[in-house]
């Protein structure tokens, strides 16, 4: 069974950068898809990006979008989030997803969810 796990949160100031990893076991990294998504305190969970495993093609929210860079690293079979010009509204639990495929930069369906990890943009 595909497992996720994400890592690379914690603590910054508004306008610095953080790098989220999502580290994927069980299956080798194929021909599906994988999402990240986020969630604030008392807000639904939003997705933020989306990036299609066997062509590279990504997608990414309008509110991240030139902020934010979704790639595979393969060689650690996980897929980075490059998050820069962080803004105090992205403070929330970062998710990544294994699904099927991206529509944009959402993933559908999310069969598997990582635990999270949390990011705080703070003065």
């Known amino acids: 069974q595909t497992q996720l796990v994400e890592s690379g949160g914690g603590l910054v100031q508004p306008g610095a950068s953080l790098t989220l990893s999502c580290a994927v076991t069980?299956?080798?990294?194929?021909?599906?898809?994988i999402g990240w998504f986020r969630q604030a305190p008392g807000k639904e969970r939003e997705a933020v990006s989306c990036i299609r495993l066997h062509n590279d093609v990504t997608g990414y929210a309008d509110s991240v979008k030139g902020r934010f860079t979704i790639s595979k690293d393969i060689a650690k079979n996980a897929v980075v989030l490059q998050m820069n010009k962080l803004k105090p509204e992205g403070t929330a639990t970062y998710y990544c997803?294994?699904?099927?495929?991206?529509?944009?930069?959402?993933?559908?369906?999310?069969?598997?969810w990582g635990p999270g990890t949390q990011v705080t943009v703070s003065p």
């Open positions: 997803s294994a699904g099927d495929y991206c529509d944009d930069y959402v993933l559908f369906p999310t069969k598997h």
């Open positions: 069980g299956p080798t990294l194929g021909p599906f898809s």
